[in-house]
């Protein structure tokens, strides 16, 4: 029987790993997390969505609910408009029913802004001041055509009266609130949950297209509340359709709201030029 020193014996026994116990061996057992086995781990993940168009659940809420509150309080604040006209006299009653159809456009704006906020459509970028420019002076030149091609007068402008409620009706009104409301409602609230209820069943151009007719006919219809004549009309479609197509190719609504907004004031400095001028 071989001698064996009690140095040795410590030393083997220092060189041998210490004994593990169960549960150590259970932890080394387990799958690390890129050799995960289970259906969940193995599942392919689908595109990440960057933006409304897309789909995803930013806009699954902006769908056919929203679109009935839309058309509901949009009538609404047209009859009770209509019926402020018929009610009160002269700019009173022109002031109340604009008032009247901003209240019914902004119950579905803050409607569908509390359920969620479509990815992208409400980014700002540079280039939309650049859309608002260019775009709104060239839709208000299309417009000053299409008046004196349909037999309107091809003269300025103007305002009969500068006093009174004119500062409301015609500038701050106009001017400040109805761009960004009628936008918010048509291009943002309408075009967006009608593209988004039809995108997946007719796909995204003719849903596209769907969507900017639907906003284009509600937006014409909104302005039926005091006369228009058919070159208007025609101008308030054009405005309608080219907005449509800025946001649908975009994905953002401020290109829309610019455009609105020049096109209005660009009318403001034309007809001011015509009461003084003329």
Known sequence: MPDHSSDDLNAIFAAAPPPRSDAAVAVDERPLPDEDPSPRRRRKRGPRRTDWRMGG??????REGLIAWACICLGAGVLAGVGAQLALPGELGSAVAM???WIGMLVPVVVALMRSRPIRLFRFRGVDVLYGLVIGVALRIAQGWLTTAT??????????????????????????????????????????????????????????????????????????????????????GLVGV???????????????????????????VLALAGTYLG
């Open 57 to 62: 659940r930013s806009v699954l809420r902006w």
């Open 99 to 101: 008032v009247l159809l």
């Open 151 to 236: 037999g309107g007068s091809g003269a300025l402008p103007s305002y009969p009266s500068l006093s009174g409620g004119w500062a409301f009706t015609d500038l701050f009104g106009p001017v400040v609130v109805s761009p960004v409301v009628e936008e918010f409602f048509f291009r943002a609230v309408v075009l967006v949950a009608v593209y988004t209820a039809l995108r997946r069943p007719v796909g995204k151009v003719a849903a596209g297209v769907a969507a900017g007719l639907v906003s284009t006919a509600l937006f014409v219809f909104a302005h039926s509340i005091s006369p228009i004549g058919p070159g208007d009309a025609i101008a308030l």
């Open 242 to 268: 080219v907005t449509a197509a800025i946001v649908l190719l975009s994905g953002r609504i401020w290109g829309a709201v610019l455009v609105h907004f020049v096109y209005n004031v660009s009318f403001v």
